[in-house]
């Protein structure tokens, strides 16, 4: 499993970014995918996880501004982050729990200006 993410960078407070992961494989063979943060000195986190069967789940901090959804045409799994907050600045990381092990992408920064 190898795992392709794209689209971070720099935005204002409140702005938009899009993250887009691309797997070696295809985004319906029913694994877990989903995206983690980790802000400097602090622990890697969930941010949102889409489960083989379309159900989604989210960190209480972005309920309401993240959505986590697969692409078809593109084979990938995006997050879309609204309403971003400079608390959110972080380098995000795409996950695939495959098999009962995890595979990651390598990360891809998001950084919010106050």
């Known amino acids: 499993v190898q795992l392709q993410a794209s689209g971070g960078g720099l935005v204002q407070a409140g702005g938009s970014l899009r993250l887009s992961c691309a797997p070696s494989?295809?985004?319906?063979?029913?694994?877990?995918m989903g995206w983690y943060r980790q802000a400097p000195g602090k622990p890697r986190e969930l941010v949102a996880v889409?489960?083989?069967?379309?159900?989604?789940n989210y960190a209480d901090s972005v309920k309401g501004r993240f959505t986590i959804s697969k692409d078809g045409a593109k084979n990938t799994v995006d997050l879309q982050m609204n309403s971003l907050k400079p608390e959110d600045t972080a380098v995000y990381y795409c996950?695939?729990?495959?098999?009962?092990?995890?595979?990651w992408g390598k990360g891809t920064q998001v950084t919010v200006s106050s």
């Open positions: 889409i489960f083989g069967g379309g159900d989604t």
């Open positions: 996950n695939q729990r495959h098999w009962g092990t995890n595979y």
């Open positions: 494989g295809s985004i319906f063979n029913g694994d877990p």
